[in-house]
Nanobody
């Protein structure tokens, strides 16, 4: 069983930056994609960004385009989310997720890391 371990959340002022990291607990050779979702209090979980493991193509929610960058380090089995120009509305619990195996749905999830942006 693969576990996703997140780190990098915290408290930052508006306009600041944070970088989230998510590592797989063991190397897998069947990762199709990894991504990030977030959930703010009282709201549904929403898609933030994703990256294909082979080729590195990326996808972003409109709300974060131009501010967030997703990247991966294949050697470290790690995906990153660089968040710049943070806004109070970015405050949420951020969840790392992965599509591993033959499924094309996100079948592995991290425990979540809190990101709080103060105004």
């Amino acid at each position: 069983q693969v576990q996703l371990v997140e780190s990098g959340g915290g408290l930052v002022q508006a306009g600041g930056s944070l970088r989230l990291s998510c590592s797989q607990s063991r190397r897998t050779f069947s990762t199709f994609a990894m991504g990030w979702f977030r959930q703010a209090p009282g709201k549904e979980r929403e898609f933030v960004a994703a990256i294909r493991w082979s080729g590195g193509s990326t996808e972003y929610a409109d709300s974060v385009k131009g501010r967030f960058t997703i990247s991966r380090d294949d050697a470290k089995n790690t995906v990153y989310l660089q968040m710049n120009n943070l806004k109070p509305e970015d405050t949420a619990v951020y969840y790392c997720t992965a599509q591993i195996g033959t499924t094309r749905s996100y079948n592995y999830w991290g425990q979540g890391t809190q990101v709080t942006v103060s105004s």
